[in-house]
Structures are given as C-alpha cells and as structure tokens.
C-alpha cells in the first residue's frame, strides 16, 4: 500500500518559475526521501530529511518537513526544461530495516 | 565509481515461467531493496536482503524470492508469473548506516505475455 499522498498529480508550468510538490504520509518516520524520475527509468535520489529537521536545501532544491501534520513540501526554483519527470517522496519508517514507503508522485512538466 | 547496475533492461515472458532479475550494488553498500513500480504508480517495497538474509518483506506472496551473494549483489526470483506481474523492478542499494539514502539502478523491464 502507498504511504503518502503527492500533490498535485500533475503539475505543468513554464521555464523559469517555481515549483512547488507536497507530500502527506500516515506513520511515524526516521527520515523522509524525494526521488526524481525520468520516463520510467531508475530513481535518482534528490534529498533526504530526517524527522528532526524542519528544512533542508540543496542547489535549486528546498524540502520542508512538519512531523506534526505528516507533511512535507518540495521546492524547484527556477525551473528548467530537464526538470521535467515524476517526482516522489518515500518515508523510512521507525523500525530497524530502512524500507522505502513511496507515494503516488507528482508528474511535472516544464515548458520553453 | 559504478552506481547500482541492473540486468536485463527488458525481459519478456508468458504466463506460468519464471524470471530471474540480478543486481549489483554500488561500491560500499551491502543493503540490497528490491521494488516493483506498476505503470503509473509509485514503487512498492518487495524485500530487502543484508548479510545475505532477507530482513524485511512486503505484502508478496510467495512467488517472489530473492537471494544475495557473498559479494552483496542480489537476485530476484519470480516463479509462476501473472500477467500482473508486469512492471518496471526497481533494486536499490544502501549502506548498513543509519538514516542513509537509497540509491536505485535503472530497473528491469518486465513484460507478461
């Protein structure tokens, strides 16, 4: 079963605004992941945020994580073309084994 | 220093055989996750292998089996196939640290006929 719920599904915007994904999920974590992926190929890992941080950044990259209401948001700045693919959040539960609970992922668009 | 590699990239089958899916991890890690990823779906959680023993699973049935290798790569077996075994199979690899990410290969595409 999906953990977590991305919004929106899709998302189409022009290059060089801002895109903006979030992410709900139902159980504790130790630490929440996005991934990016292109056309159905592997995940490529973007950022990891653990449970006690609130905000992370990286290059164009920013996440913010609120353990208090399950969620955490994405933030692509100054969005390119190449940007464009399926993203997704996945949470490590709090049991010893990290095992990757994916949601359903948020689909981004980017056009010239 | 070579990521998670993957074989084969495609793989077609019928109803009733079986399928052997192999991966090597990346350099350093000693964690192997198997996902499978439906068409439009986020990936789903299989197994995941350390120290050659499978130390957590997913809701699958047991058709889907796995193994890894004193080297740590992994394989993954599946026997009666379904047609709705037909997915993109995800492996991942980690290191036995805590709070690390996951690092995915490309996948193996499979087709059901």
């Known amino acids: 079963s999906q953990q977590g719920e991305e919004d929106p599904q899709a998302l189409s915007i022009q290059e060089g605004e801002n895109a903006t994904m979030n992410c709900s999920y139902k159980?504790?974590?130790?630490?929440l992941q996005w991934y990016r992926q292109n056309s159905g190929r592997g995940l490529v890992h973007l950022i990891l945020?653990?449970?006690?941080?609130r905000e992370k950044h990286s290059g164009r990259l920013r996440v913010t994580l609120d353990t208090s209401k399950k969620s955490s948001s994405l933030l692509i700045t100054a969005s390119r073309a190449a940007d464009t693919a399926s993203y997704f959040c996945?949470?490590?539960?709090?049991?010893?084994?990290?095992?990757?609970?994916f949601g359903t992922g948020t689909r981004l668009q980017v056009t010239l | 220093d070579a990521g998670v590699t993957q074989s084969p990239t495609h793989l077609i089958k019928t109803r009733g055989q079986q399928v052997t899916l192999r991966c090597s991890p990346k350099?350093?890690?000693?964690?192997v996750s198997w996902y499978q990823q439906a068409l439009g779906q986020g990936p789903q959680f299989i197994f995941q292998?350390?120290?050659?023993?499978?130390?957590q699973r997913g809701n699958f049935p047991d058709r889907f089996s796995g193994h890894q290798f004193p080297n740590y790569s992994s394989e993954l077996n599946v026997n009666a196939l379904l047609l709705g075994d037909s997915a993109l199979y995800l492996c991942?690899?980690?290191?036995?640290?805590?709070?690390?990410?996951?690092?995915f290969g490309d996948g193996t595409r499979l087709s059901i006929l």
């Open positions: 991942a690899s980690s290191s036995g640290t805590y709070n690390q990410p996951q690092h």
């Open positions: 159980t504790s974590i130790n630490n």
């Open positions: 945020i653990r449970s006690n941080e």
């Open positions: 996945a949470t490590d539960g709090t049991g010893t084994a990290s095992k990757l609970t």
């Open positions: 350099s350093g890690h000693d964690t």
């Open positions: 292998y350390y120290e050659e023993e499978e130390r």
